[in-house]
């Protein structure tokens, strides 16, 4: 698995848990937000992945 699908993977399951913590997800409907927050995270991890290395050629 690529880094930073463990990344977006590893704080995805952060925010489920926190989720659950505080009633906003059940284990029942658990299925349905994973997939849902586990590509919000990666799309934004691997944008600012191509905005940095945007900056870092550009200097």
Same mark, same amino acid.
Do not use: H, W
């Given at each position: 698995? !690529?880094? #930073?699908?463990?990344? /977006?993977?590893?704080? /995805?399951? !952060? @925010? @489920?848990?926190?989720? @659950?913590?505080?009633?906003? %997800? +059940?284990?029942? *409907?658990?299925?349905? *937000?994973? $997939?849902? %927050?586990? *590509? $919000?995270? #990666?799309?934004? %991890?691997?944008?600012?992945? !191509? *905005? +940095?290395? !945007?900056?870092? /050629?550009?200097?």
């Amino acid at each position: 698995m !690529e880094k #930073l699908q463990k990344q /977006a993977l590893q704080v /995805a399951k !952060e @925010i @489920i848990v926190k989720f @659950i913590e505080v009633g906003r %997800i +059940s284990p029942s *409907n658990f299925s349905e *937000n994973f $997939d849902t %927050i586990y *590509n $919000d995270v #990666l799309k934004t %991890i691997s944008s600012g992945e !191509e *905005n +940095s290395c !945007e900056k870092g /050629a550009s200097k």
